[in-house]
């Protein structure tokens, strides 16, 4: 049977950016009216509304308050420098993973000493440029780059803060793709007595790097917050050995992945249920350090599509628009669900459809069986909750430039990421 994804008004709205009004004959995000941003910008678009940008920043700091925890944004989900340099106003810190997102993040206002390092591989370039601009932690991931670290922080002189990154046997209900705990995955030291044991060990034989911290992501898209509560108690553990070897302990950090709903009737993880999943480490003597991506973003902005062909078959229609798997890689990837729906049409539905994207692959379905009015090329699609994991993940497959990203404020739009060009994507090759 197939799953009927019906927009109704209420659900909807709250997939929308708080400053979103739609009555019925079009509009408007932050006073601006989408089919003009349309026009102006072209499509696909990205229109981030800087309202709610700050206001999810605001709800979260609101039950994490700084006097016991560190929230930074995991730049991973958007790593546009317009939307760090929101989060950055609002006082978050900020989660990168990359020479690209610590020159980003530097660019955006934040200070080195607001900035974490992530990575299961970084590069040597990457530890040292962490290392000489003064990060305030990098997250070792393993023994080899422990090795790496030590004789990077040896040579430079350098005493470096380290978070161990640790695997626990907790498996997150969620797509296996974005699984990060379990003692099979790819990132960080397992928490078994022999591995964690070794690790908090070495690390603390090294005069250089000052083992200040735990940490782990359990995955994304985690609902059960019970798990979170897991995650805390087995940290306060192994806390405590750490520190009973000797290791300056202050922070244990349980990374990010709260739910955030894509559809209508779906179902998110608030804020506060994290918090209060989380209570053991506000009692205890340790800081507490959270990494949320989409749910700071994801809401935040909508993808705006242009309709290029509509095809029906069997009574079921296929509309195909100028963007897709390029743009948002996320149904290809995970089998992520979302909605779709016409503003400037008036009718609520008249049948079910599949938003196919432009690219050359059958998989490139943005969403199955939505409930769309009669629709034709050259109308606009909007898609909500496209604000983390679209323009990040983001490729020029078929060669097909990236889409320009705007925000959004009380009647003006700003470009904060131009239009890729096929001139860029060209002009990288060499024609022998
Ligand atoms: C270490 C770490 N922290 C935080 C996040 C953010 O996750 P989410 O966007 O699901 O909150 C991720 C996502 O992959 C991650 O790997």
Same mark, same amino acid.
Request: hydrophobic share 45%.
């Given at each position: 049977?197939?799953?009927l994804s019906?927009?109704d008004?209420v659900?909807?709205?709250?997939?929308?950016?708080?400053?979103a009004?739609?009555?019925?004959?079009?509009?408007?995000?932050?006073? +601006?009216?989408?089919?003009?941003l349309?026009?102006?910008?072209? =499509?696909?678009?990205?229109?981030? %509304?800087?309202?709610?940008?700050?206001?999810?920043?605001r709800? @979260?700091l609101?039950?994490?308050?700084?006097?016991?925890?560190?929230?930074s944004f995991?730049?991973?989900?958007?790593?546009?420098m317009g939307v760090?340099?929101v989060?950055?106003?609002e006082?978050?810190?900020?989660?990168?993973?990359?020479?690209?997102?610590?020159?980003a993040? *530097?660019?955006?206002?934040?200070?080195?000493? !607001?900035m974490?390092l992530?990575?299961n591989?970084?590069?040597?370039?990457?530890?040292?440029?962490?290392?000489?601009? $003064?990060? !305030?932690?990098?997250?070792?991931?393993?023994?080899d780059?422990f090795?790496?670290?030590?004789r990077?922080?040896?040579?430079?002189?350098?005493?470096?803060?380290?978070?161990?990154?640790? =695997?626990?046997?907790i498996?997150a209900?969620t797509?296996?793709h974005?699984?990060?705990?379990?003692?099979r995955s790819?990132?960080?030291?397992?928490?078994? %007595?022999?591995?964690? $044991?070794a690790?908090?060990?070495? @690390?603390?034989?090294s005069?250089?790097?000052?083992?200040? $911290?735990?940490?782990?992501h359990l995955?994304?898209? *985690?609902r059960?917050?019970?798990?979170?509560?897991?995650?805390?108690?087995r940290?306060?553990?192994?806390?405590?050995?750490?520190?009973s070897?000797?290791?300056?302990?202050?922070?244990?950090s349980v990374?990010?992945?709260?739910?955030?709903?894509?559809?209508?009737?779906?179902?998110?993880?608030?804020?506060?249920a994290?918090?209060?999943?989380?209570?053991?480490?506000?009692?205890?003597?340790?800081?507490?350090? *959270?990494?949320?991506?989409?749910?700071?973003?994801?809401?935040?902005a909508?993808?705006?599509?242009?309709?290029r062909?509509?095809?029906?078959?069997?009574?079921?229609?296929?509309?195909a628009?100028d963007?897709?798997m390029?743009d948002?890689? !996320?149904?290809?990837l995970?089998?992520?669900r979302?909605?779709?729906?016409?503003?400037? !049409?008036?009718?609520?539905?008249t049948?079910?459809?599949?938003?196919?994207?432009r690219? +050359?692959?059958?998989?490139d379905?943005l969403?199955?069986?939505v409930?769309?009015?009669?629709?034709?090329? $050259?109308?606009?699609?909007c898609?909500?909750m496209?604000?983390?994991?679209?323009?990040?993940?983001?490729?020029?497959y078929?060669l097909?430039p990236?889409?320009?990203? @705007?925000?959004?404020?009380?009647?003006?739009a700003?470009?904060?990421?131009?239009r890729g060009?096929?001139?860029d994507?060209?002009s990288?090759?060499?024609?022998?």
């Amino acid at each position: 049977m197939r799953h009927l994804s019906v927009p109704d008004p209420v659900g909807l709205h709250d997939l929308l950016p708080q400053t979103a009004r739609l009555d019925g004959s079009g509009m408007t995000i932050g006073e +601006c009216e989408v089919a003009a941003l349309a026009a102006a910008y072209g =499509t696909p678009l990205y229109v981030y %509304d800087e309202h709610t940008l700050r206001d999810q920043a605001r709800s @979260i700091l609101a039950v994490f308050p700084a006097q016991h925890a560190t929230v930074s944004f995991a730049s991973k989900a958007c790593d546009l420098m317009g939307v760090m340099a929101v989060l950055r106003a609002e006082g978050l810190n900020l989660d990168v993973v990359s020479e690209g997102q610590i020159e980003a993040g *530097i660019l955006a206002g934040f200070p080195p000493d !607001r900035m974490h390092l992530h990575g299961n591989a970084k590069s040597d370039a990457e530890l040292e440029l962490a290392a000489n601009l $003064g990060l !305030r932690a990098i997250v070792l991931d393993g023994l080899d780059e422990f090795e790496r670290l030590d004789r990077l922080a040896r040579t430079l002189n350098k005493s470096i803060r380290v978070l161990l990154r640790l =695997t626990l046997a907790i498996e997150a209900e969620t797509h296996p793709h974005m699984q990060t705990s379990g003692y099979r995955s790819k990132f960080g030291v397992p928490d078994t %007595d022999a591995e964690y $044991g070794a690790a908090v060990r070495r @690390i603390l034989g090294s005069p250089c790097l000052q083992l200040e $911290g735990l940490h782990v992501h359990l995955g994304s898209q *985690i609902r059960d917050q019970t798990l979170y509560r897991h995650a805390a108690e087995r940290l306060l553990v192994l806390a405590q050995e750490a520190q009973s070897l000797g290791a300056p302990i202050g922070e244990l950090s349980v990374g990010g992945g709260w739910a955030v709903a894509s559809m209508p009737g779906d179902t998110s993880l608030a804020p506060a249920a994290v918090a209060h999943a989380l209570e053991c480490v506000f009692q205890s003597p340790y800081h507490l350090g *959270i990494e949320p991506g989409r749910a700071l973003v994801a809401r935040a902005a909508v993808a705006l599509y242009t309709v290029r062909s509509v095809k029906s078959m069997d009574s079921h229609r296929v509309v195909a628009v100028d963007g897709g798997m390029g743009d948002n890689p !996320r149904p290809a990837l995970y089998g992520a669900r979302y909605t779709a729906f016409a503003p400037y !049409r008036k009718a609520l539905s008249t049948g079910l459809a599949d938003v196919v994207g432009r690219f +050359c692959e059958s998989g490139d379905v943005l969403a199955k069986d939505v409930l769309l009015p009669e629709i034709a090329p $050259g109308d606009l699609l909007c898609m909500p909750m496209a604000g983390a994991y679209h323009l990040s993940m983001a490729s020029t497959y078929n060669l097909v430039p990236t889409p320009a990203a @705007i925000m959004v404020r009380e009647g003006d739009a700003h470009l904060i990421q131009r239009r890729g060009t096929v001139h860029d994507i060209l002009s990288r090759q060499v024609r022998l």
